[in-house]
């Protein structure tokens, strides 16, 4: 087992600060050691007693989905002041402020960030996350992300990450840590080992990084190298497995048997702590995830995860169960107390080291998450319009004029799709009112009520009485327990797809997937603006209409060398 040193990164304790928490830990009781290795969903007080849940429970941290300013903020102050020791308090601020506030910042997906060239605006992303969110009392973020994109099938990672280089990843992400680090948000970059490779999704089942050691060490192995030597405070272990360094590492594993990093003592133990040399907190991605569930029975799972390296369990399913799993694993021999001691000094001294212990519980208003999302409006837009990347436009059908096409019909990919955690919402309507100010006759495709005449009788003549211009738009946006990015057509003879695109101008716009080429290589006009955001929403509008310029480079490649794509 691998013995944390306080006094090294990424604490940089003094002996007393060691002295003081070596303490601490004496005096606590093996429930409560037990409560510190779990974060907890954010309790909601119209739900749950949290003055009550915190004294049952005593968590180590708790995770907030995003909810208002004013709900969020009280809810923590509660939790604050009712806990013995302070906890963690955490959001997913990968796109900004919308993270943890339902009226925060969207700034941009990590991948539009990167298409603007220009890591300041990293940096950007992650100080308007991290205010936002500081300023209702969060103190730790689940980001950068520093996933790299290898399989532009992959349901997950796409544009969350900063994009398929690990020289790209490690820029940005960085700048991102910084922004977080200036408002006094811990970073906890993730999934390690890495995401992105696979095609499937680990909320779905323990994917695989299947890179050869010597892949993994030049790419996702250098971008946590990386990071350790900046002092990383703590990263995320995915559900994936990485069975090339298993292998290696203990040539006697039975590839049958082999865990996700989540449960490999192999994997964070041989791999992160001693050959990366991580001494940091490190934290499971959520554990309801069927990726961790199918790997071990739950009872055995959760102290098996202590027992690997793991210092902090995130989520529960039954948290009564859960905290019985972990005390029972412990009378088992599953876990020993000096690992579960092991976790949590880690747990404190991480604490210690980011200024956990020294937080102030402050009550009131949102006003400040509200001027904190004024003061950085401006950056938004900037990154917006630095972002949006015209892949091609082989027949030069920009710019737009009402004058060459005045009627256009709208065709929206992804908005009726509600499942996952998405960050942005629906963009029809604001595509249609951006267009209609601008003096087209537009006209929305309804796949709910399709024109069968239309579909099974009609053809270019009849279209070209309709509409002088297709604009399609697919917000398809990656999301968790979801298993493809394609485009989905409607069923019926492919109603919604653009047969017409040698007869009829069509252009397609991305906000999201920007591998969507692959499906529709046949679209002579294709940009890739990354975020749903209303920002981006702006700059797509004015670059089409041609007052001004694409400046955005993408991070990835859109052609996935497909014969036929790129003309």
């Known amino acids: 087992m691998q013995v944390s040193d306080l006094s090294l990164s990424p604490y940089f304790l003094s002996s007393e600060q060691i002295n003081s928490i070596q303490e601490k830990l004496k005096t606590m009781s093996i429930e409560e050691k037990i409560g510190q290795l779990f974060f907890v969903i954010g309790p909601d007080d119209e739900q749950v007693d949290l003055e009550y849940f915190i004294s049952k429970y ?29 906890l963690f308090t955490a959001a997913n601020l990968e796109a900004g402020g919308n993270g943890i506030l339902t009226e925060g910042t969207y700034f941009s997906q990590p991948l539009g960030v990167a298409a603007t060239g220009d890591s300041n605006n990293a940096y950007q992303l ?35 990450t900063f994009g398929s280089s690990p020289e790209t990843v490690i820029t940005f992400a960085k700048q991102q840590m910084e922004g977080f680090k200036a408002e006094g948000v811990i970073p906890v970059i993730k999934h390690f080992p890495g995401d992105g490779v696979d095609q499937r999704d680990q909320h779905l089942l323990s994917s695989v990084n299947i890179l050869s050691t010597d892949h993994w060490d030049q790419s996702f192995g250098k971008v946590y190298k990386s990071f350790i030597e900046e002092d990383i405070p703590a990263i995320m272990i995915g559900h994936i497995l990485l069975p090339e360094y298993v292998q290696l590492l203990n040539p006697e594993n039975d590839k049958s048997q082999l865990l996700p990093a989540s449960l490999s003592s192999e994997l964070i133990q041989g791999l992160l702590r001693r050959k990366l040399g991580f001494n940091g907190l490190t934290i499971t991605d959520a554990t309801p995830m069927i990726g961790y569930n199918a790997s071990l029975p739950r009872e055995i799972a959760i102290p098996s995860s202590i027992a690997a390296g793991i210092d902090m369990i995130l989520f529960n399913k039954n948290i009564d169960e859960d905290y019985l799993f972990m005390k029972n694993g412990l009378a088992k021999g599953l876990v020993t107390e000096e690992q579960i001691n092991q976790a949590v000094l880690r747990i404190l001294g991480t604490k210690a080291a980011q200024g956990i212990f020294e937080t102030k519980v402050s009550e009131g208003s949102s006003s400040l998450a509200k001027a904190v999302k004024e003061k950085y409006s401006l950056a938004t837009v900037k990154n917006a319009k630095e972002a949006v990347t015209l892949v091609k436009d082989t027949k030069n059908y920009l710019p737009l004029s009402p004058k060459k096409t005045s009627r256009i019909r709208l065709y929206v990919l992804g908005d009726e799709d509600t499942g996952g955690f998405k960050q942005g919402g629906q963009v029809g309507n604001l595509f249609k009112e951006k267009l209609t100010h601008e003096g087209f006759e537009v006209t929305i495709f309804d796949p709910e009520n399709l024109d069968f005449h239309e579909v099974f009788e009609e053809g270019v003549a009849d279209l070209k009485e309709k509409f002088d211009l297709a604009f399609y738009v697919a917000n398809v946006e990656t999301a968790s327990n979801q298993t493809t990015t394609r485009i989905n057509w409607i069923p019926l003879m492919a109603a919604n797809a653009p047969w017409f695109v040698q007869d009829i101008p069509t252009i397609f716009v991305s906000t999201a997937n920007p591998y969507h080429l692959f499906d529709v290589p046949m679209v002579p006009t294709y940009i890739n603006a990354y975020s749903s955001n209303k920002e981006t929403i702006d700059a797509v509008i004015e670059k089409v209409m041609g007052r001004e310029e694409f400046v955005g480079k993408t991070p990835v490649d859109p052609f996935q060398n497909t014969f036929g794509v790129r003309f």
């Open 58 to 86: 005593q968590p180590g941290g708790v995770m907030y989905r995003p909810s208002t300013a004013e709900k969020i903020k009280s809810q923590i102050a509660v939790l604050q002041k009712v806990s013995k020791i302070p």
């Open 126 to 160: 992650g100080k308007i996350g991290g205010a936002e969110g500081k300023s209702v009392g969060i103190n730790m973020a689940f980001g950068p992300i520093v996933d790299i994109d290898l399989n532009f099938q992959n349901p997950i990672t796409n544009t969350r």
